[in-house]
């Protein structure tokens, strides 16, 4: 799957939407295919504050446990709730409704391209 060229990627595969002052944050379709079946996230509370690169949330698979990394410094403004009762949106639809959580962000990090991010991948 290609990977889309609006959003930045983290080498840790997740991917951020910029709008403005905040991003959307989620997992890229290469992560999802790699910890399998989700089937729990624990993700950071709206006014907890993120630190980039800093571990900020699990995602839970039948596989393996993985971490969420902020992809920046900022505050988290909202959480995708609908995942609690359904994580296994995030394997269905990484980059639309299995959005994770989205940031005020404070400072932009310089992120990846979709090419770049592929050829980290292989893909």
């Given at each position: 799957?290609?990977?889309?060229?609006?959003?930045?990627?983290?080498?840790?595969?997740?991917?951020?939407?910029?709008?403005?002052?905040?991003?959307?944050?989620?997992?890229?379709?290469?992560?999802?295919?790699?910890?399998?079946?989700?089937?729990?996230?624990?993700?950071?509370?709206?006014?907890?504050?993120?630190?980039?690169?800093?571990?900020?949330?699990e995602i839970e698979?039948?596989?393996?446990?993985?971490?969420?990394?902020?992809?920046?410094?900022?505050?988290?403004?909202?959480?995708?709730?609908?995942?609690?009762?359904?994580?296994?949106?995030?394997?269905?639809?990484?980059?639309?409704?299995?959005?994770?959580?989205?940031?005020?962000?404070?400072?932009?990090?310089?992120?990846?391209?979709?090419?770049?991010?592929?050829?980290?991948?292989?893909?």
């Amino acid at each position: 799957m290609a990977n889309p060229e609006n959003l930045k990627y983290t080498k840790e595969h997740e991917w951020v939407l910029i709008e403005g002052e905040t991003a959307t944050v989620g997992i890229t379709q290469y992560a999802a295919d790699a910890l399998g079946e989700i089937v729990y996230v624990d993700l950071p509370k709206p006014g907890s504050s993120t630190s980039y690169m800093k571990i900020c949330g699990e995602i839970e698979s039948t596989k393996s446990v993985g971490e969420l990394y902020a992809p920046m410094d900022g505050e988290v403004v909202e959480a995708n709730g609908s995942l609690a009762a359904s994580p296994e949106v995030i394997n269905q639809d990484p980059y639309g409704a299995g959005w994770l959580i989205k940031i005020k962000y404070t400072a932009l990090p310089e992120l990846l391209t979709a090419a770049e991010y592929a050829q980290l991948t292989g893909e």
